[in-house]
């Protein structure tokens, strides 16, 4: 039985199928995203959405969706679904659909009286193409195949209208069509494995809807262009392949391409397996190096993001290569930042003032997972080289003081990962002594010293180095501890922040911190009383008068929501840290049952993946992007360091018989 299976049952309750999304990536930048029912539910949902560096390099729309259409004597049986005005939904195809599984490569049966029909989707790796396959099971007469693309040609954030502007010509190619509605796009081709008849009959679908972006307060409706529709016989066992893409190829390939697509994927069989599949999603190689996007549909490369879904998306799953590749594309963009003040084209944010601290955290990853030895070696001098910087005042926004804590200035410009603002200010004005940064620097310093412990040419700024960790731990407890027995969440001169947040989950979570082990438990009760849920961590504890549990509503009100009360996975990861430097390998079974509520969502939202944020109450529904990096990764590193403690509890176990 598939892992991820949904039946007749739920397919055909919209209430039920519509909030169920799915993805698939090139790891290049393109993306497939909508229901499992295919009715596109947001402006950025699509068939085949793009980068186009040539016009900005965001994504664009350019196929949205492909209605199907199968006739059998005479009669149609249109399989496609759209919203329209008044909640109305046509052509109503979601009632044929019998069950949906993505196993390998999401595939829907569709039954039409004697007629069983499959359709099956891959993303081809590095490449604007998808294939769908289409396969006639059962047939009892003679059957067509029908299909009209509904075309879009727009950026992913914007919405498209009627107009005249619209290039309607359509040009034929090999077994199928070639177009381009607008200028500055390019073609697309679309393709079929046999020869189709194509037949012109455009008109535009006035009104489509999306309840998404309804919902959301923002524009939500628009009109797309359909030149056309291919017509093609099917025989009973015969399978047919369509390509979308912006480059012409050869159709006898399709079927080669298809089958060794299929090699390269994981099958989604385990929560494990969904979100190593969903991790290397998000990975996005470019020439000038390879990334990690921090979500889908609408977030693109930011640095802080990259930095903590990093070792999860890569070392938690055995990927080392590629831990080693986007970190060798991280530390050039950062050195040209640092070192000549050059802001790198495709990682955003590389310029807080926090980024070179979770590039160290993201650093001794490494090491935990492959050595003190080896990560000397490869990120040593990196690592001593952000140290130094930040010694030196070199690090733009972030200054170290007389006490050895570092502050920075988030007062009219969000310098933290609560990053909400209206009107460009911040909505929480975390500034000064921020909690996490300096937790962030302590850890750096000691995590400095263990790489070149016992190296008599180092001894000298070794201990140099470790007096000021004495005197940052010191100051940061003077600073930070406060008389309730947890840490202020960034204290700005006579200013003391009281909010209880997960930047408490932070600080406890490092390798190296501050606290002993008592004040850790002290700290990291308070956090499992007031901010842990199911789905993650809340961004604010419920006692707050300022607490917002749904990230709902107008832009503004969920600006304004969205740092004070829904739950992040991410979180989840460092408060996990903690929790094991506190009970040990005795913390584990803790840690496993909670990671149930992640495995839940992996048929919830975006199917095999984990949501941007979940509502900090329950039912804890999912919000914000569909797909988010750091949660995929951090869950993964978490799922890793559990599998390693169990290994330990076995060695232990076997030693004291």
Known sequence: ????????????????????????????????????????????????????????????????????????HGAPFNLGLHQYGDGVFSPNGHKYIRQFECESVPTVTYRVGGVILTKEKVFISHENRILIKYTLVEAHSPTTLQF???????????????????????????????????????????????????VDDGHWYKGVEYYKDKDRGIPY??????????????????????????FETDPKKFAKTYDQELTTRTCRTSFYNCLKNSAKQFYLKKPEGTYIMAGYPWYNVRARDELTALPGCTLAIDHKEDYEIIMATFLKALHAYLDEGKKDKTIGEID?????????????????????????????KDVKWIVDKIKDGKVPGLWINPNGLVSADGSDKPVTWMSASINGKPIIPRTGYILEFNALWYNALL????????????????????????????????????????????????????????????????????????????????????????????????????????????????EYAVHQGPARPWLFGFYADAYFKVFGVGGVSFIERMLIGY??????????????????????????????????????????????????????????R
């Open 447 to 558: 995590f400095l010293n263990s790489l070149y412990d016992g190296m008599p040419e180092m001894e000298d700024y070794l201990k140099e180095n470790k007096e000021l960790a004495d005197k940052v731990k010191e100051s940061f407890l003077s600073t930070f501890l406060n008389d309730y027995g947890y840490l202020y969440d960034y204290v700005n001169g006579t200013y003391t922040d009281l909010e209880v947040r997960p930047n408490l989950a932070i600080a406890i979570g490092m390798e190296y911190s501050p606290l002993d082990r008592r004040q850790r438990k002290k700290v990291l009760d308070l956090v499992t009383r007031e901010l842990l849920t199911p789905k993650g961590l809340r961004s604010l504890s419920p006692k707050s008068y300022a607490y917002r549990p749904t990230y709902v509503g107008d832009p503004v009100q969920r």
């Open 599 to 656: 495995e839940d969502a992996m048929t919830e939202g975006c199917i095999g993946s984990l949501s941007e944020m979940y509502d900090g109450n329950p039912p804890f529904t999912g919000r914000g992007a569909v797909s988010t990096a750091k949660n995929v990764g951090e869950i993964l590193r978490t799922l890793h360091n559990v599998k390693e403690l169990n290994k330990l509890q076995i060695i232990e176990n076997e030693e004291s």
């Open 221 to 246: 409706k628009e009109d797309l262009w359909v030149p056309g529709y291919f017509q093609l016989p099917i025989k009973k066992g015969e399978s047919i392949i369509f390509s979308a893409a912006t």
């Open 352 to 380: 807080l003032p926090d980024i070179p601290l979770w590039t160290i955290w993201t650093i001794q990853q490494f090491k935990r997972a492959h050595g003190t030895r080896e990560c000397r070696e490869r990120y040593g």
């Open 148 to 198: 009209r693309p509904f075309l879009a040609f727009r950026n992913a954030n914007d919405l498209v209208m009627e107009n005249d502007a619209i290039n309607k010509e359509v040009v034929p190619v090999k077994n199928g069509i070639s177009t381009c509605l607008y200028a500055g796009y390019p073609n697309l081709y679309m393709q079929f494995s046999k020869k189709p008849e194509w």
């Open 1 to 72: 039985m598939s892992y991820l299976k949904f039946d007749k049952s739920l397919m055909i309750n919209l209430e039920q199928s519509l909030p169920k999304e799915m993805l698939r990536t090139n790891k290049s930048g393109a993306y497939h995203c909508t229901t499992i029912v295919g009715c596109n539910t947001r402006k950025q949902h699509g068939l085949l959405v793009i980068p186009i560096p040539e016009m900005d390099d965001k994504a664009h729309v350019l196929l949205s969706s492909l209605d199907e259409t199968v006739i059998q």
